[in-house]
């Protein structure tokens, strides 16, 4: 049975609908006008980035740019301000949101700009709608916030921090899409950012098993250790007594001191677990206090990752020595 239309693509730019060539954005805007649907695309950001009110401004400066290729209908902007205490500011134009008071108290937690227009392309005549939005988030704004939960929320954040930002575009034209696409990953790859240290990276990869290799050092150097000094604390023929005594000294050594390694271990694998870069974005006076806090946070966490592996070593050194001067019974 021969279908009442015959389509098919002739090359990127057309298609064949009953041996005529029609442009196929004329067939896509058709296609999506009739079924009022839109594809979205989006991109998540991970970097631990340094934004500023200028680097907004150079981003609201590219985007203006790049609707002179086009032939613009309507446009606007607007401008979402999340604090860290819950509460929102939103700006109708990015022009307002210049006027945003920087004296302000609450750091930033994150930042959304929407931009909304529409586009007549001289191919099909016909307007079509597009929303772009960039949500940045302050690493530094989400740790605040986090210090203020408990629990399970904690960890929430701890894990959301992660996340520094997400760029979504509903278009109907692919190709005007990927023209905003990457006119934003380019501002964006200008941004400032930070990275984490080679050596911090390879011990959050095995931070999991800190557990595991405090209590299996310690295990190892404690029963080497008994091995080695066996005879001194052990005569050649020793009585039931002496076994028992001896037995109850080494077992119990070796028990706490493999409950504080696997504490220790517990207490390193959080902390260097909970590193971060240093990433926000600053606008106001309370981003500049948060971003202090953060730098002394991160230096607190390195020193803590320290002090618990020495004092996990301090243990075992102290078990040997007590465990000598006991002779083990």
């Not at 320290?306 to 996990?312: G, H, I």
Request: net charge neutral; charged share 20%.
């Amino acid at each position: 049975m021969r279908n009442d239309m015959d389509i098919q693509q002739n090359d990127n730019e057309h298609v064949r609908i009953d041996n005529n060539l029609v442009s196929f954005k004329l067939v896509q805007s058709i296609y999506n006008e009739i079924t009022g649907k839109k594809e979205t695309t989006t991109k998540r950001l991970k970097d631990a980035h340094e934004i500023k009110i200028v680097d907004l401004e150079q981003l609201n400066i590219k985007i203006k740019q790049l609707h002179e290729q086009y032939n613009i209908i309507s446009s606007n902007c607007s401008v979402n301000i999340f604090h860290i205490d819950d509460c929102k500011e939103q700006f109708s134009s990015f022009e307002r949101f210049k006027l945003y008071d920087s004296s302000s108290m609450s750091p930033c937690e994150n930042i959304l700009l929407e931009y909304n227009f529409l586009i007549l392309l001289p191919s099909t005549q016909t307007t079509q709608s597009y929303s772009i939005k960039i949500n940045l988030v302050s690493r530094v704004g989400v740790n605040k916030k986090s210090q203020s939960e408990h629990g399970f929320s904690r960890r929430f954040f701890g894990v959301m921090g992660k996340i520094t930002g997400m760029i979504e575009i509903e278009y109907i034209d692919y190709t005007v899409a990927r023209n905003f696409m990457v006119a934003i990953e380019d501002w964006y790859s200008s941004v400032t950012k930070n990275k984490t240290s080679k050596l911090i990276e390879f011990f959050q990869d095995w931070s999991e098993h800190f557990r595991f290799i405090f209590q299996a050092t310690t295990i190892f150097f404690l029963v080497l250790f008994f091995y080695k000094h066996s005879e001194e604390f052990i005569s050649s023929s020793p009585s039931i007594n002496t076994l028992f005594s001896g037995s109850i000294v080494a077992f119990g050594t070796l028990y706490f001191a493999v409950l504080v390694a696997a504490k220790m271990g517990s207490i390193s694998e959080e902390a260097i677990d909970s590193y971060h870069p240093l990433s926000f974005v600053k606008i106001n006076r309370g981003d500049d206090v948060a971003i202090t806090e953060f730098k002394c946070s991160n230096k607190k966490i390195l020193i803590k990752l320290l002090q618990s592996s020495v004092f996990a070593l301090a243990v075992n050194i102290i078990a040997l020595y007590v465990t000598d001067l006991l002779g083990m019974g």
